[in-house]
């Protein structure tokens, strides 16, 4: 393997933490300072522009993360940073490294990524999973670093035969099973049980109970929504009366525009009861008045003044499936989007209004958790 590059001189590290400071609202907020080591000046200046266009925030930290990776596994890999526009033999390396077949790996030991390469990516923290990436991440990557060339108003070899043709067939020489994104739907008996293990007044159990809360009754909300939430987008709504009267707290959450709405599309969703009651707390007892809604909170029990990652409402959520005695393989944040139309679909909700508060735009998308919930206490499954 080539030498390692050394590491940018501090202020140089300085100078950039210090820009990406200046987009850190949409960025992955655990990776700042390392991604100030690992881009590049001309890098950061190319995430500030895309800033300023107006692009997605989901979109913009899919770029940095990508980004990020990119420059570290170009780095570990040759010794050098990513070059621009990347020559064909780098992109078709970066297939070789991350679609292998483990069988080929147990006989040739040079097959795949090599064991120094990982070591690097593991020790630099960008890389978690053992074995070949999948192909939906590795096409995802690519395509985002085509795009990156493209807005550094490049051309590179993306759409050349030879690359199409070698993750082809790197995919057919190793096929993977297609996962879901969390085996199993938080429905309201598992929502019952994380949320018996944070029913404590510490700063995390009244945390960690609104996020759980305000992302499943929101229509199942993706971690990314949860994690940017503002104080800004809550509005107060006048109480709803409950069945038997009594007066519920209500509120609005203006989500802007999201991965399923158009591009001046305000999507709004609503609150009612216990969640509103749960997010309160939180609100009250962090002392949270603007900003950022879900924060993190240090060893020491200080409420930071910066955003979630997305991330974190993930490992929030196995945190709390841990403690409930479930198993954590199982469940993941997109469990409470799924859940949510789940558990619609066993109350007999309509599909038509659970959708108005999930914001899904296809029905189809959404119809399949409604038909898997139903097939099982279907005619059809009860011939005998």
């Not at 925030?57 to 990776?69: P, V």
């Not at 020559?87 to 297939?95: H, I, T």
């Not at 999507?267 to 900003?291: F, M, Q």
Request: net charge positive.
């Amino acid at each position: 393997m080539d030498i390692i590059a050394p590491k940018p001189a501090p202020d140089a590290i300085a100078r950039r933490a210090e820009a990406l400071d200046t987009i850190a609202a949409v960025l992955p907020i655990d990776r700042r300072d390392k991604l100030a080591e690992i881009l590049t000046d001309q890098d950061v200046e190319t995430l500030r522009h895309l800033v300023n266009e107006g692009m997605g925030d989901n979109t913009l930290r899919a770029l940095t993360s990508d980004l990020g990776y990119l420059e570290a596994w170009a780095t570990a890999a040759t010794g050098s940073p990513l070059p621009w526009p990347a020559p064909e033999a780098l992109l078709l390396k970066f297939v070789a490294h991350h679609l292998w077949d483990p069988r080929r790996r147990e006989i040739d030991a040079e097959h795949g990524m090599p064991a120094e390469v990982d070591q690097a990516l593991r020790d630099a923290g960008f890389l978690r999973s053992v074995g070949p990436h999948a192909p939906d991440t590795v096409r995802r990557r690519l395509a985002n670093w085509s795009t990156l060339t493209r807005w550094r108003g490049l051309e590179g070899a993306f759409a050349s035969p030879a690359l199409k043709s070698a993750i082809r067939l790197a995919i057919r020489a190793a096929p993977r099973q297609r996962l879901r994104k969390s085996a199993k739907a938080v429905t309201s008996d598992v929502l019952a049980k994380l949320l018996a293990t944070c029913g404590g007044d510490s700063l995390r159990d009244l945390r960690d109970r609104a996020i759980l809360m305000v992302a499943f009754a929101s229509g199942g909300r993706r971690r990314s929504e949860v994690a940017g939430l503002r104080k800004e987008q809550l509005t107060i709504e006048p109480p709803v009366k409950a069945e038997d009267g009594t007066p519920l707290p209500s509120l609005s959450i203006h989500l802007g525009r999201t991965k399923n709405s158009g591009g001046s599309q305000d999507e709004v969703v609503y609150l009612t009861g216990r969640p509103v009651d749960a997010l309160n707390a939180w609100l009250v007892a962090a002392k949270i008045d603007s900003g950022s809604v879900f924060r993190a909170i240090d060893r020491w029990g200080h409420v930071s003044r910066r955003a979630l990652d997305p991330k974190a409402v993930n490992d929030i959520v196995k945190l709390r499936v841990r403690k409930a005695g479930l198993e954590v393989g199982e469940f993941s944040a997109h469990g409470l989007r799924s859940g949510y139309l789940t558990e619609a679909a066993n109350r007999s909700i309509p599909l038509s209004e659970a959708m108005e508060q999930s914001r899904h735009r296809s029905v189809q998308q959404a119809s399949t958790y409604y038909n898997n919930a139903t097939r099982k206490s279907g005619r059809a499954a009860r011939m005998l």
